[in-house]
């Protein structure tokens, strides 16, 4: 069994993470966690001081998967992609934790650097920075309300959801459904992912253009 001195701030954080992969964050409570790692949940205040510094490490243990750096000699339009996909991939990654990167409260220029990348991808665009701010907001309000949603669906329950209702829908009613039903039910997240950034990316374009 563990020794309470081999434990550290990094190890607790890990297995409170992988705790939260694995059961949900409603799971996730001192005594189950010390549980995990051989030791009396109180033994862990040694480490954190309340379950709300532990789920700030934790979540900074999530964005240590995004890059520190990022390279500026592609198109704008390509800096846009990388960067929401980078931050799309932690949700895909952690889909059960990835809620807490939106706390305020976390030692971590992570998410700081991927903002500075996007609005200076935007900037070399050409967009003042009043329209850079419109933009930047439009981009990331759309893509985490997605990253959020997904939590509660995966591309399987996507698919059993569509052929569910294709299966009991009067197609004489409504005949749109039950012609694009068996289509909508082999989407991917992905593809709905790269479809809306193509959307967002080529409205913006026009933008500029005009």
């Known amino acids: 069994m563990p020794k309470t001195r081999s434990l ?3 190890r607790i ?6 705790l939260i992969e694995k059961h949900g964050l409603e799971a996730l409570t001192m005594r189950r966690l010390g549980g995990r ?3 009396e949940g109180m033994a862990l205040y040694t480490y ?12 900074e243990r999530v964005l240590e998967g995004l ?9 704008w339009q390509e800096r846009i992609r ?19 990167v939106f706390r305020g409260s976390l030692r971590t220029d992570a998410v700081r650097l991927l903002t500075e990348e996007l609005l200076d991808a935007l900037r070399s665009a050409g967009l003042d920075p009043q329209a850079t701010a419109l933009v930047y907001q439009t981009v990331i309000t759309l893509v985490d309300a997605a990253l959020l949603g997904r939590s509660s669906w995966t591309d399987e329950q996507l698919e059993a959801a569509w052929l569910a209702g294709a299966a009991v829908v009067d197609v004489e009613r409504f005949p749109r459904f039950g012609e694009v039903a068996p289509f909508a039910a082999r989407l991917t997240w992905r593809q709905i992912l790269d479809s809306g950034l193509d959307l967002l ?10």
């Not at 954080?13 to 992988?18: I, T």
């Open 67 to 75: 890059a520190r750096e990022f390279d500026r000699s592609t198109s």
């Open 8 to 10: 550290d701030r990094d």
């Open 201 to 210: 990316l080529t409205g913006l374009e026009r933008r500029l253009e005009g």
């Open 48 to 59: 954190v001081q309340s379950k709300d510094e532990l789920l700030d490490a934790v979540a």
């Open 13 to 18: 954080a890990d297995a409170a993470l992988e």
């Open 82 to 100: 990388r960067g929401t996909l980078a931050w799309a991939e932690l949700q895909e990654r952690y889909p059960r934790a990835f809620p807490l």
């Open 37 to 39: 790692l051989g030791v």
